[in-house]
């Protein structure tokens, strides 16, 4: 078998119950079809960075899928087919990775409790060297 992850995103004006049925149900396909979902993140409600069929915001969520190729066209093929769902990607990977992503490490606050800009996730002081 293969591993994937795969990331949607469900549309703004479903309510979080909605899109935890979402997240069983495509579980479901997965297994149904042989494989397993070995993490799934709820990544929350995001800002998109464009708009998409009128929402400005989106439910996401990642996916690593131990399964055969057949298990993917399928969940896929759901997906298409599902209102819900605005977007959704899905690629091959050499091997899973158990720890957090990158989305559940990033706080997304500075020191005084705001909102970091993309230009402040590195503090440049602490990597500036003197020669």
Known sequence: MAFYESVFIARQ???????DALIERFEGVITANGGKVTKKEN???RSLAYRMNKNRKGHYVLFNIDAPAKALIELERQMRFDEDVIRYLSIRV???????SAMM???????????KKFDDKFDLEEESEEF
């Not at 050499?94 to 957090?100: K, N």
């Open 43 to 45: 990544w929350g409600l």
């Open 94 to 100: 050499e091997e899973l990775d158990d720890a957090p």
């Open 13 to 19: 004006d479903i309510a979080a119950s909605q899109v």
């Open 105 to 115: 490490n990033y706080k997304g606050k500075d020191a005084k409790g705001r909102a």
